[in-house]
């Protein structure tokens, strides 16, 4: 695949032991005696993350709109960046010769990579999966490519992501036991064979985690999270959820696999998700949260409020002086009124769109905040009670 960077690399460790060593380290700092919601320190190569924490994604090295320097005055913590788009564009060697993705987009705190498996999933044309990897026609220019398990933890590697993820096999919601047995087993074996190239190129600074599969079916979720958990990943992650199932069976299979998660290592859900979602899973004892959700959805003129959401496209903000929510202190919020981000919005000025993500951001990254703060003090479940009575149905958010 050519994926090796054209930065120096690491040497071989000469032992030739398969070990799964990492400089993360992570310590949990308070916990919910109603619940099993905590908090805890994760510690990286650049930087300490304070959890439960939520990481904006940026894809392609940036997230949408906003630059580093109003990520880290906003308070964001950590970024996530994707292998399969890193490595189709600008390349890994372009990435190499900054020395890693901190370096190119000057962004100076840590950084979570996904391995890029959903991507070849669900945008690359033709991909065929084997015991070998993905190999897939990029979405891009329709040329071909391999995506092995090692790839991913080299061209991971190259980022020099402080958490690498394995590469894991998806599956569609729904889908049938057998099929769901089959990812496991193969997400199994893409985890041992990415801890054997990360003890080849003997690099510690960067964590890798392992990501549990199984689909909606309780038993093989045991099953993935028995096997990883035997293979001693300084954290886990949980796939698969919000892929078109019901929210009750969202939170079921959620709680009762991140029960199964050691409590000393970090526990990250993936691609999750509302609001609502978040302060669900954070009850149930996860760490770490990312989603398009805020980004995406305020390009698409929708932001988030306490009491919900507002689509600012919407007639009734044509002349409203108010900011979108008169509780939150974000720029956006601080400086502009709804009819002015409407008036930008229906025009479809750029502007509208780096203002709306400000705002979203903002909010999620208060969300964590006040959850922290909750947990700290054991008032979680005080905290909850007050998140929901603030939300009104759908429709009825034009306050």
């Known amino acids: 695949m050519g994926t090796r960077c054209s930065s120096d690399s690491p040497a071989p460790d000469p032992g030739g032991n398969c070990k799964n060593t990492s400089g993360l380290t992570f310590r949990v700092t308070g916990t919910s005696r ?39 005055n906003m ?54 999966i084997t015991e070998e990897g993905y190999a897939f026609a990029s979405h891009i220019d329709g040329s071909r490519h391999l995506l092995t398990p090692e790839d991913t933890v080299d061209i991971q590697s190259c980022i020099d992501s402080d958490i690498m993820m394995c590469l894991d096999q998806c599956i569609a919601y729904p889908s049938d036991h057998d099929s769901a047995l089959k990812a496991l087993e193969l997400t199994t074996q ?35 999270a028995e096997e990883l958990i035997q293979l001693d990943f300084p954290g886990y992650a949980i796939g698969g959820l919000s892929v078109g199932e019901p929210k009750d069976l969202m939170y079921e299979i959620g709680e009762s696999t991140l029960a199964l ?15 609502a979602d978040i302060v669900e899973l954070v009850e149930s004892g996860a760490d770490m949260f990312d989603c398009v959700l805020p980004t995406r959805n305020a390009r698409n003129g929708q932001l988030f409020v306490n009491s919900g959401t507002i689509n600012i496209s919407n007639a009734r903000f044509k002349t409203d002086p108010r900011p979108v929510d008169e509780k939150c ?26 203002l709306n993500t400000l705002h979203n951001l903002d909010y999620y990254t208060r969300l964590m905040e006040k959850m922290r703060n909750a947990i700290e003090k054991d008032e979680f479940p005080a905290f909850k009670r007050d998140f929901y009575s603030k939300r009104q149905p759908p429709g009825k958010n034009g306050q």
């Not at 100076?108 to 033709?126: H, N």
């Not at 998660?261 to 609001?275: E, F």
Request: aromatic content about 10%; proline content about 5%.
């Open 261 to 275: 998660l050691p409590d000393k290592k970090p526990r990250y859900v993936m691609g999750v998700g509302t609001p």
């Open 34 to 72: 109603k619940s099993r919601a905590r908090t805890g320190i994760l510690s990286t190569a650049h930087g300490t993350i304070r959890t439960p924490v939520f990481m904006p994604v940026g894809t392609l090295g940036t997230v949408k709109g906003i630059t580093p320097e109003e990520l880290r």
């Open 190 to 224: 893409w985890a041992e064979r990415c801890i054997k190239r990360k003890s080849i190129l003997n690099i510690e600074k960067n964590a890798l985690f392992a990501i549990i599969q199984g689909g909606m079916y309780p038993d093989l979720r045991k099953r993935s």
């Open 75 to 128: 308070g964001v913590q950590i970024l996530l960046g994707n292998t399969y788009h890193l490595y189709l564009r600008p390349g890994i060697n372009v990435i190499g010769r900054f020395g890693g993705l901190h370096e190119f987009m000057n962004w100076d705190g840590p950084i979570l990579t996904d391995s890029g498996g959903f991507q070849v999933f669900s945008l690359a044309q033709m991909s065929k």
């Open 329 to 354: 202190a974000c720029y956006t919020c601080t400086n502009y009124s709804r009819a002015y981000l409407h008036h930008l919005y229906r025009n479809r000025e750029l502007l509208a769109y780096r």
